[in-house]
Nanobody
Framework: VQLQASGGGLVQPGGSLKLSCASSGFSLDSYAIVWFRQAPGKNREGVSCISSDGGTKYADSVKGRFTVSRYNAKNTAYLLMKSLNAEDTAVYYC??????????????????WGQGTLVTVSS
């Protein structure tokens, strides 16, 4: 099972980025997909989750700015990030395991992680 997160980069404040999380060797269709981030010197934070049936949850810090989605035919999940600010600078990871919903997504344990993609918001 491999998850590959991509799409990070340098973006100016107020800008947008779209991250992708692609799976190989593991079908994501039936499971929730979660996005985490870890900023320098800070604990890892659960950012967003999309359940197997498309339900979504967001951390308060990103609500209204980030949108999580999934395209099961491509075995891929996405995180569209808008109105980015410096506090969004972090390494972003996707994760999954045999969970179907998003209850307590930020505190569950996950066996499958992407390698992380760096998002830097700076002028």
């Amino acid at each position: 099972v491999q998850l590959q997160a991509s799409g990070g980069g340098l973006v100016q404040p107020g800008g947008s980025l779209k991250l992708s999380c692609a799976s190989s060797g593991f079908s994501l269709d039936s499971y929730a997909i979660v996005w985490f981030r870890q900023a320098p010197g800070k604990n890892r934070e659960g950012v967003s989750c999309i359940s197997s049936d498309g339900g979504t949850k967001y951390a308060d810090s990103v609500k209204g700015r980030f949108t999580v989605s999934r395209y099961n035919a491509k075995n891929t999940a996405y995180l569209l990030m808008k109105s980015l600010n410096a506090e969004d600078t972090a390494v972003y990871y996707c994760a999954t395991d045999r969970y179907y919903d998003c209850s307590g997504y930020g505190s569950r344990s996950y066996n499958y992680w992407g390698q992380g993609t760096l998002v830097t918001v700076s002028s």
